[in-house]
């Protein structure tokens, strides 16, 4: 069915036409199209534009004018790069343990960390991962994300690993939400995995992969470089072959300790994630590749550790994503938002390098050309908030919500005023 429709007046419409992928942003930069107006084709933005020009379009076309009776500033649909919300439990207890200065070696002995989340999601039906991932995915719509990459990686097993796939296809099939799905097996090593770190590597490229590719689960693999996870050796031979085998890659790189953002680099990643503990060197060599690099602060503050150096990355030249990481352990706020205007205070970025983090940079740091714009044949993802000024919806830093979300081109919520 062809469907066409021509929607105004927006107080604002911040297309984020013609910014570029890397480096610094400056406010004049950013178009912001005073009463501006769209017309929606089939799924994808027709026509961006000021109002009168629109509707006098539409009206030669005989295109349905829908008219907005409140104010509302339009933005691309958010896209929410990286997280973890196909889980089971919570970690509460973690959290409390953590705030009261626990360490990372406490809450492991007594029972928290990781493992415990493995648990829960292992005992956990497929079924019962979707039910709580549709949940989360409404909220990510109400909360104006329209795009979401989901990984693996909370079970460790050939088995629980593909249930947590299936999972994560069945609630994307269900949701309005377009999900991406990440294979991350190599989160940790399991503790009941009888044999060393380069072994369970092994296992997965063996075992698990193949049947991934079989029955085309995702195209997309991770591996989370650290100390108590995976090494450089291990994770260049994981990379590599998974390269090899035609999945895109991205990295769970240098959160505490470095070395894995250079990894990503040489084994062509799409993304380097995290880079809390990137210096100099590693921020220069990430600049000078094509690897997207993410900022999570939702970690930052779920930890209490220090922000990912935006501000320095983006002023020599790199991209920069910015995406919530939610997940029950170290980042379970979960809105982009909130993540992306603190964030944005704590490094000085311009508010047209906090939009490009969770719009079109993050979109590619997904392999995604064709969302996170407001222009001319994008996918009509949009999301609006009722205020006449774009600047509101960091200065409210998430609590100013989105009043109106259209996906492919259907409206799909409007809170009454
Ligand atoms: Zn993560």
């Known amino acids: ?112 960390g990781i493992w415990d989340t493995v ?12 039910a709580s991932m549709l949940d989360r995915l409404a909220r990510l719509l109400r909360s104006g994300v329209t795009t979401v990459e989901v990984k693996s990686g909370y079970a460790l097993t050939v088995e629980g690993e ?11 099939q269900k949701s309005l939400v377009d999900v991406i799905p990440t294979c991350l097996p190599a989160h940790i090593v399991p503790r009941d995995f009888a044999g060393t770190a380069m072994e369970y590597v092994m296992y997965l490229l063996t075992e698990f992969f193949p049947i991934v590719q079989q029955e085309q689960l995702a195209k997309r693999a991770d591996i989370f470089i650290e100390a108590e996870a995976f090494d450089l050796v291990e994770a260049r031979h994981y990379l590599s072959t998974l390269r090899q085998a035609g999945f ?45 690099p993410v900022a999570l602060p939702g970690a930052s ?29 170290s980042a379970p706020m979960g809105d982009l938002l909130t993540c992306a205007s603190i964030f944005g205070m704590a490094e000085k970025l311009s508010l047209p390098e906090v939009l490009a983090g969770i719009t079109f940079r993050a979109a590619a740091a997904l392999g995604l050309q064709q969302r996170g714009r407001l222009i001319e ?37 409007e809170a009454s005023a």
Not at 81 to 99: E, N
Not at 258 to 266: L, N, P, Y
Not at 301 to 329: E, K, Q, Y
Not at 380 to 403: C, K, M, N, S, V
Request: hydrophobic share 40%; proline share 3%; charged share 20%.
């Open 119 to 130: 648990q829960r999601t292992r005992a956990a039906s497929e079924e019962a991962l979707t």
């Open 248 to 292: 895109d890659l991205t990295v769970h790189a240098d959160q505490f300790s470095t070395g894995g953002s250079q990894v990503a680099i040489d084994c062509g990643a799409r993304s380097a994630d995290h880079l809390e503990a990137s210096g100099e060197m590693e921020v220069q060599a990430l600049a000078q590749s094509e690897v997207i």
């Open 377 to 413: 044949g994008q996918i009509a993802d949009i999301t609006a908030f009722e205020t006449t000024d774009y600047r509101e919806i960091f200065y409210h830093q998430g609590q100013l919500r989105p009043a109106a979300v259209w996906k492919s081109g259907q409206l799909i919520s």
């Open 1 to 112: 069915m062809s469907t066409s429709i021509a929607i105004g007046p927006f107080a604002q419409i911040i297309s984020m036409n013609g910014l570029p992928l890397k480096g610094a942003l400056r406010d004049e930069q950013l178009e912001v199209i005073e009463h501006g107006a769209m017309i929606l084709k089939n799924g994808r933005v027709g026509a961006v534009g000021e109002a009168t020009a629109i509707r006098s379009k539409a009206k030669t076309e005989g295109l349905f004018w829908y008219e907005l009776e409140k104010p509302l500033v339009a933005i691309p649909g958010l896209v929410d790069a990286h997280t973890h919300i196909c889980f089971a439990g919570s970690r509460a207890r973690d959290y409390a343990a953590r705030s009261g200065g626990k360490t990372y070696l406490e809450i492991a002995q007594a029972g928290g």
């Open 301 to 329: 503050l779920g930890l209490g550790c220090a922000f990912t150096p935006g501000r320095r990355l983006l002023d020599a030249g790199a991209s920069l994503a910015i995406a919530s990481d939610w997940n029950p352990g």
């Open 162 to 172: 593909l249930k947590m796939l299936r999972a994560i296809q069945a609630a994307g």
